[in-house]
């Protein structure tokens, strides 16, 4: 299993970003998917999260609103929109694999039902 994540930068109060992940090694279109930040200050947070299929895409508070999860099953990506960017984005950004298993459509919001994470792209925002 190979995870890329692309799209991170340098980016001011209020401006946006795409991050991108390409995934290999496991049959993408199976498995939900999910963006995962980490920072020295906050650890990991789980930031979006979406199912296998068409129609499941779950946020956490902090991100609602003003990020937009979406993959593209027969291109073997996942994205991230992000919108009105703050400060507190500041932080690398993970995709990451569902784990296998009878819940691995599904998203969850725990950090540990992920067992394939990518080496993540820095967001910094900052004026």
């Known amino acids: 299993v190979q995870l890329v994540e692309s799209g991170g930068d340098l980016v001011q109060p209020g401006g946006s970003l795409r991050l991108s992940c390409g995934a290999s090694g496991f049959t993408f279109s199976s498995y939900a998917m999910s963006w995962i930040r980490h920072s020295p200050g906050k650890g990991l947070e789980w930031v979006s999260g979406?199912?296998?299929?068409?129609?499941?895409?779950y946020y956490a508070a902090s991100g609602k609103g003003r990020f937009t999860i979406s993959r593209e099953n027969a291109q073997i990506t996942l994205s991230l929109q992000m919108n009105s960017l703050k400060a507190e984005d500041t932080a690398v950004y993970c995709c990451a694999k569902r784990r296998r298993g009878l819940y691995g459509a599904t998203v969850s919001s725990a950090v540990s039902d992920y067992d394939y994470w990518g080496q993540g792209t820095q967001v910094t925002v900052s004026s």
């Open positions: 979406i199912n296998s299929s068409v129609g499941g895409t």
